[in-house]
């Protein structure tokens, strides 16, 4: 399994950048200051959870049968779809309906955080 969440880091971050560089020059005389900032964040949460995709993708080098590290990992995905995705989407679109999904997408960041930790506590 640790090479389905390193190969997943690996596409996120490339996403990231793509999408980075896009914003930066595609997107800043389109959209406005409110939703490039919307995009923004979408963008910094997207590669902190990318390269926390690619730790876990290490960690179960080490942990292999780690069931709750692979969770965690699981939800770092699931938070990647919903926040970072329905920002890039709602900046694009200035769909704000969509920032109702945006915090269930923030709630599995943090689950997957606190699942990690535990999983590291329970480790032996």
């Known amino acids: 399994m640790h ?3 390193l190969l997943l880091g690996a596409i996120n971050i ?4 793509a999408l980075g560089a896009f914003g930066a020059h ?8 409110d939703m490039l900032s919307i995009f923004h964040t979408g963008l910094q949460y997207h590669i902190y959870h ?3 995709l690619l ?9 292999a049968k780690s069931r709750l590290i692979e969770l965690s990992g699981w939800l770092m995905l699931l938070g990647i779809v919903l926040f970072s995705l329905t ?12 920032g ?3 915090p269930f997408g923030g709630a599995s960041f943090m689950i ?3 699942v990690l930790a535990v999983a590291l506590w329970k480790a032996k």
């Open 112 to 114: 997957a955080w606190i």
């Open 100 to 102: 109702m999904i945006t």
């Open 3 to 5: 090479k389905t969440f």
């Open 50 to 52: 990318a390269q926390g």
């Open 14 to 17: 490339f996403f990231c950048i």
């Open 87 to 98: 920002l890039y989407v709602m900046s694009l679109t200035e769909l704000r309906i969509l």
């Open 26 to 33: 595609g997107l800043k005389n389109i959209l406005s200051n």
């Open 55 to 63: 730790f876990i993708g290490l960690l179960l080098l080490y942990y």
